[in-house]
């Protein structure tokens, strides 16, 4: 609860309540000590639950009879020595700023258009913290003095800025510079309407943000964003979205109520949302869906003050695939490129978080992204993970640090593959180990051999232990629902290092959070060319026809075909043939990779997944029909992909086939979990892994498993996808390490 402002909150409360008494943080959390009327105890004890400060999570409260304390009066006291205040562990995420902080930029003289405002509430945390405990000489914001009246707010408890680290004001706090055509910037008024006129005019600009800087345009300029996209060399992905407000987003985009509340809550991640009204093709490139997101810092709040446009392209600063960038030299230096002006403050990033991304999926949030405004939030085990590192996989790595009973889950780093990433995260590490005074006795790492990861681990010098890919999926979202008994386990991904040499992805286990046993999985394809195939989706298809219709794939009439030249495809099968780089998969994602390039969907990926996105986009949720599959010992489509070819040849509409397609994945997916219980008698299903990232798929299969009487549980506050199979490893580890 550090750096919420709890303390103030407890004092605040007992004082109302006429309690005496005091509060003080712990290593545990926090001890309060309550001394008056039996009913005002309860009340406070009632309020503590009801009225807890927003961003406070409470994981357990309970409470003692003690003698009676005779102390008068209420108090908040410092830790009673060093070491206690050095066991003090929690850190919190950085906060959206809040609306009295907002009114205060309107009102209070020495905050006036302040454009880093913050209070107890508000502002940021994780991004300016070097070390604990969590005060303002161990953040970046020690090199600036407070002045007298930041001072006595900063000391005075009955003040909503009491014991605010990044406390500041127009006297004495950090300060913004634009850079533009090589000249400098300092006066704020002048900063704000320089960069609603480039804006307005077709401009892009680079903002310094909370966890790193980000790259801003009209989002309704066409012209202009494709500009971006080839500066910044970001061909494909989708690009998000910051919306004026919340009535914009209504205007633009449907949304339900819990897409309303993730938008608008104090963590403000990106939320993908279904279009409603069109924006430029260039914004999500064919997609029927937006990543929107709402104003969190004071200067976007600003910014749209002045701006015409309704919203703006929101996106890392950085070129594609690199870590964002969080430096002003770095910034200064290679920003230029991509944008026309550069707007920074002095204040220091220390630690890089990119912004958090949602999708609502059976009425409840799915975080794909866990980064800004909820990481570092540690996740509360009921097994001892003390001691353990646990380094994730290779794409959208995280690590997991184990304390107590606390996991430590790092924000997003990124793709391993690239050196960048991999040097900030081999930094990012020793700087969490020493953040958290955790000192590693065991390091759990992927079973694959040649990840980034996995080599770190082996580096060490430290006991290490292997963990299967897919296992730990499963066990990060265990983890998730408090589970640690044998479950049946769905697991469908792309790419996981099997036990018997093979590329995993589609397994079906019976599971607890220690050991594993694979009953079924997809039939394995050949991935010609190895991981050229998944960036590659056309050989995902050519390969999976030709395993379905042999020597007779030449003769399909099929849009593949022609875009894509017979030699090629002739190579292609004469690897498959001699077994030259053609390992075999199991990995759902290959199915739908394949399905999307042989209706001509996407025959070359521009970013990742973008295949079975593509796929999933054009499906026709409503449809009923499916296609003919086989289960047995393995689960077979080679049927499926036949009636697929012909759906094609009879003219059968994209959409069609997609929905039929999915349909079929549900139904073979839940026929074989019923046969698992048949064998089991297991009723518990834990479904993971970054193909249950699709909505339809993921909605499906939960509901009909839930018809059927099964108890399903899936991902909300943990990724499915690889950023959090490293706390699935932390439990593995602590369950295995005897």
Aim: proline content about 4%; aromatic content about 10%.
């Amino acid at each position: 609860v550090q750096g919420v402002g709890f303390r103030p909150f407890i004092y605040r409360l007992a004082k109302s309540n006429q309690i005496s008494g005091w509060v003080k943080n712990c290593d545990k959390g926090v001890i309060i000590n309550a001394s008056g009327k039996y009913s005002s105890i309860t009340k406070f004890i009632n309020q503590i639950k009801e009225q807890v400060p927003e961003t406070a999570s409470i994981y357990d409260l309970s409470f003692l009879e003690i003698q009676n304390n005779s102390a008068n009066g209420f108090r908040i006291i410092q830790s009673e020595s060093k070491k206690e205040s050095q066991e003090l562990t929690q850190i919190g995420p950085d906060i959206a700023v809040c609306r009295k902080c907002l009114d205060d930029l309107k009102t209070q003289q020495h905050r006036i258009s302040y454009p880093l405002i913050n209070c107890t509430n508000c502002g940021p945390r994780f991004s300016i913290i070097k070390d604990l405990p969590y005060d303002r000489s161990q953040t970046t914001m020690n090199t600036f003095n407070m002045c007298n009246t930041c001072q006595k707010e900063y000391g005075n408890v009955d003040d909503r800025r009491f014991h605010a680290q990044p406390i500041a004001c127009n006297n004495c706090g950090p300060v913004y510079k634009m850079i533009l055509n090589g000249n400098a910037i300092i006066n704020l008024d002048q900063i704000i309407n320089t960069s609603t006129q480039l804006i307005d005019n077709g401009k892009i600009i680079a903002v310094k943000g909370v966890g790193g800087f980000f790259i801003a345009c009209d989002a309704f300029n066409n012209k202009t964003i494709l500009r971006l996209r080839q500066l910044k060399n970001r061909e494909g992905k989708p690009l998000a979205v910051m919306f004026r407000n919340i009535k914009k987003v209504n205007e633009y985009c449907f949304t339900n109520e819990e897409e309303l509340k993730y938008l608008q809550s104090w963590q403000r991640p990106v939320v993908i949302l279904k279009e409603k009204k069109k924006f430029p093709e260039s914004v999500s490139n064919g997609l029927f869906s937006i990543g929107a997101l709402l104003p969190y810092m004071p200067f976007h709040y600003m910014l749209f003050e002045n701006i015409k446009t309704d919203a703006i392209i929101f996106t890392s600063g950085n070129f594609s695939d690199e870590p964002i960038i969080t430096d002003n030299i770095i910034a200064l230096d290679k920003l230029p490129n991509i944008c026309d002006a550069i707007v920074y403050y002095n204040r220091e990033i220390y630690n890089r978080t990119d912004d958090s991304v949602i999708k609502v999926i059976n009425g409840k949030a799915q975080i794909y992204r866990r980064s800004r405004g909820y990481a570092p939030t540690p996740v509360q085990t009921k097994i001892n993970v003390d001691k353990i590192l646990a380094t994730g996989g290779e794409l959208k790595n995280t690590f997991c640090l184990g304390r107590d009973n606390s996991a430590i889950l790092s924000q997003h780093i990124g793709d391993l593959k690239e050196s960048e990433t991999a040097d900030f995260y081999s930094k990012n590490i020793p700087q969490f180990l020493k953040m958290f005074r955790v000192k590693p006795e065991l390091i759990v790492h992927d079973l694959h051999p040649d990840y980034y990861s996995t080599t770190y681990a082996q580096r060490s010098g430290l006991p290490t232990l292997a963990v299967q890919h897919h296992h730990a999926h499963i066990v990060s979202c265990m983890v998730e629902h408090g589970l640690d008994e044998e479950v049946i386990g769905v697991c469908f991904d792309g790419t996981g290092f099997g036990d018997d040499g093979h590329i995993w992805g589609s397994e079906f286990f019976i599971c607890d959070l220690k050991k594993y046993k694979r009953l079924s999985h997809f039939e394995y394809m050949p991935l010609p060319g190895g991981d050229l195939a998944i960036k590659e989706p056309w050989r995902m298809a050519v390969s999976l026809l030709y395993q379905s219709f042999g020597a007779d794939v030449f003769s399909l009439n099929l849009k593949l075909f022609k875009k894509i030249s017979p030699e090629k495809i002739d190579w292609l099968i004469k690897a498959i043939d001699n077994n030259i780089n053609c390992p075999l998969s199991s990995g759902a994602g290959r199915l739908f990779d394949a399905v999307s390039a042989i209706l001509g969907l996407c025959y070359n990926s521009t970013f990742e997944a973008e295949a079975p996105i593509r796929l999933e986009n054009i499906a026709d949720y409503n449809e009923i029909e499916q296609y003919t599959y086989e289960v047995r010992d393995k689960i077979i489509f080679k049927e499926t992909i036949k009636e697929i070819v012909a759906d094609i040849n009879k003219g059968i509409n994209p959409e069609k086939i997609s929905g039929k397609l999915h349909n079929t994945v549900v139904s073979a997916t839940c026929e074989k979990v019923v046969e698992l219980h048949k064998t089991t008698g297991l009723q518990n299903v834990v479904l993971s892994g970054g193909t249950f990232q699709n909505k339809i798929l993921l909605e499906k299969i939960y509901k009909d498993l839930n018809e059927k009487g099964f108890n399903v549980f899936t991902h909300s506050q943990i990724p499915a996808n690889d950023g959090g199979i490293s706390l699935g490893q932390l439990l593995i580890a602590a369950k295995n390490r005897k």
